[in-house]
């Protein structure tokens, strides 16, 4: 995948390994039936991470990168895992009346360096408020002190096929290499490319 390409370049020789996770949806392990659960609004996600060296993945091919992606997301999408995830916040569901909070180790960003995917595609994004649908939408996150580094997909209410990404926690030093690379699939959003006409200077 070309962001685990670009995280490993960004942790270059700082760190002999890096970890990609993602928080992966499960509306149809729980019911298979198309669009059963999209009016649901809680949760349905699971996340799973794998880690490799860094000089592997400067020299991958992409294919490989996007199989190894493949197979770490294939391992946890199944009816088992989220029912164990349903037993597992049963039996500890208690914790969270006392204010306690729970999250995955990766996301803490002990160990290697990592960066968690998510995105919204179950959601609805292209509601009208009375003042005309939304050219842009992205989620509002309390991230704490967690260390990882984290990016939301979000897909653009144009229905055009593109994507917004939104760099919701990310290292100064990841952040130059997604903007340094000609060759990113990653662009910077602009009024532009919103669909925004530019702005005209001053007449006077």
């Known amino acids: 995948m070309h962001v ?14 890096c970890r990609m996770a993602w928080i992966i949806e499960g509306r149809r392990c729980i019911e298979p039936s198309e669009g059963a659960l999209d009016l649901y609004m809680g949760n349905v996600v699971t996340y799973t991470s794998r880690e490799e060296s860094v000089a592997g993945l400067l020299h991958a091919p992409l294919h ?4 190894a992606t493949r197979a770490a997301m294939a391992s946890v999408v199944t009816m088992d895992r989220f029912q164990e995830l349903v037993d597992w916040v ?14 995955e180790a990766v996301n803490l960003g002990l160990g290697s360096p990592a960066l968690v995917i998510s995105g919204m595609l179950p959601f609805a994004i ?23 580094a984290s990016m939301m997909a ?4 144009s229905g055009d096929g593109s994507w917004f990404i939104g760099g919701t926690r990310l290292w ?3 952040v130059e290499v997604i903007e340094a690379g000609p060759e990113s699939l990653l662009k910077p959003l602009t009024a532009a490319s919103l669909g925004f006409e530019a702005p005209h200077g001053s007449r006077l």
């Open 90 to 103: 049963e039996l500890n569901k208690t914790a969270y009346k006392d204010g306690g909070k729970w999250t």
């Open 64 to 67: 490989d990168v996007a199989a």
């Open 172 to 174: 100064p030093r990841l």
């Open 126 to 148: 292209d509601g009208d408020l009375g003042f005309g649908k939304p050219r842009m939408v992205s989620p509002w996150l309390r991230h704490g002190r967690l260390g990882s």
């Open 154 to 157: 979000v897909p653009c209410p």
């Open 4 to 17: 685990w390409k670009l995280l490993a370049r960004a942790v270059g020789e700082s760190d002999p390994n």
